[in-house]
């Protein structure tokens, strides 16, 4: 039995990448020679049009998919022993991708349990993580009787339940209405902000992007590569009144037309 | 549920039953259609409940019917099962076997089941092995589509957090194809009585040999009395392999409980 990394609450993990290329059997060039430094803790948007590729290099940086060429590391500047990396890790998909057959707090739990953690100590962090996310009331219930909100949340808390230094999330609130993506934007900032994990967040939302992260790095049409990697000026409180500042419209102005020149094929 | 729920439940399926039924009695009684040919209700009823011994013989019939069609498909339900996992643990173990998998399908049984009389004897085996041939086949063909239609995000996340081939097997996999399996199951319960009987029909005994000896006296009434038995096992299995799905899968569908 391993006990829940109790180290992985601190700091996370960083990120290089030098020349990132995947291409598909057929040709098909998803992620053209990618370059990008992602430093412990950093909060990042992926921004880009359909089909660039941002899928793809979500799913290499996870190990889910090895890149053709190029150079991909994870650096943990925490990591007691090596081969510890799976469960530093997170990801989050564009749906909840729950299991119907469990209820929420057996959903939630279910990488402790995956890892070998004892099933009382899985049961109290994923009891803590639902309550992080606010659905420390719907613990009993089966994921057919949430909302697509309320999944998304459980899916977020079954991501956070391994404490993850490094969280990937994959257009994890595009399916949602606007405000339900608000709150569940600002309830993962906050989670951030008090975990302190590296997130990498791919949106094709420029609003979304800019309301988040802290530096955004927006991709070419396909073949993807890096039109522009900005450092948002945002400041590290968010909230409602971020989203109607001047300096938020300006931020959004800049990477949309970085998501326009990308269109265009146009690289940095 | 309450009576007139019940009432409107069954009202639907019983009322074309009591209308054949009606036209059959007063068809026969009418003299339309020869005795010999079609029997009348009365006389199916009298068959099989107030014929004495000859009635006795047709439940005892249904109960070695029973047996041997539970047998053959609780047989195929595990093997069909084992051999679908099996044939998931690998792209080539796939190919080398599924084709002789579908083999199953194509047997015409009633060509093959004097054989197996002369390798497992004028006994039960030779019904439950009948019954087992005729119905392993769309197990192992739905469970096997349920193992491969398992959704890959969820692989992606079991491969992320470490999960062996064991717990996947166990935790994601066989769980994802539970629809599968129970539509499987569904046809399976069908085929396995058809098999059971057409194995009797070659061993005698149970409701496949009772068959036989009817129909050689030409009693048609026993003959119909015998199918209706039949048909009364296989809605029995049907409906437990339903109620087993029902509870198996109540929580996957909001509308489940409501339904
Ligand atoms: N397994 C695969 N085999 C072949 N081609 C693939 C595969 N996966 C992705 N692709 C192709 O690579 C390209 C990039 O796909 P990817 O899913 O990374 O895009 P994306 O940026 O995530 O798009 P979206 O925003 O629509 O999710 C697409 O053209 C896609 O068709
Ligand atoms: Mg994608």
Redesign the interface.
Known sequence: MTAIPTSASTGGIGLTLRDVRRAFLGGVVAVDGISLDVAPGEFVAILGPSGCGKSTLL?AI???DRPTSGLLQLLDPNAKEKGDG??A???V?Q?A?L???R?VLRNVA??L???GVAANERADAARNALEQVGLGDAMRR?P??LSGGMRMRVSLARAMV?RPRLLLLDEPFAALDELTRQRLDEMLRGLWDRAGMTVLFVTHSIAEAAFLADRAVVMTRRPGRVVIDHRLTLGRERSGATRTSEVYVREMRVLYEALERGDRGEPA | MSIAAWVKRLLPPVTPLVVVFAAMEVAVRMGWVKEFLVPTPTSVFHALFTDGAGSREMWEALLRTAEGSFAGFALSAVLGLIVAVVLTSAGWVQRAFYPYAVFFQTVPIIAIAPLLVIWLGFDLRTVVASAFIVSVFPVIANTLAGLLSV?P??R????????GRV?TLF??KL?SA?PSILTGLRIAAGLAVIGAIVGEFITGGGLGGLIGVARREQRVDKVFAILLLSALLGVVMFSLINLAGRLSLR????S?SAS
């Open positions: 799913r996870a190990g889910l799976g469960r890790l997170a990801y998909f749906d991708h299991l119907p057959w209820n279910m990488p349990e995956l890892m089966y057919a009787q391994t | 959704d995000a969820l992606d996340l079991f491969r992320l957090y470490g999960a717990a935790k994601l769980p539970l929580h996957w569908h909001a489940e």
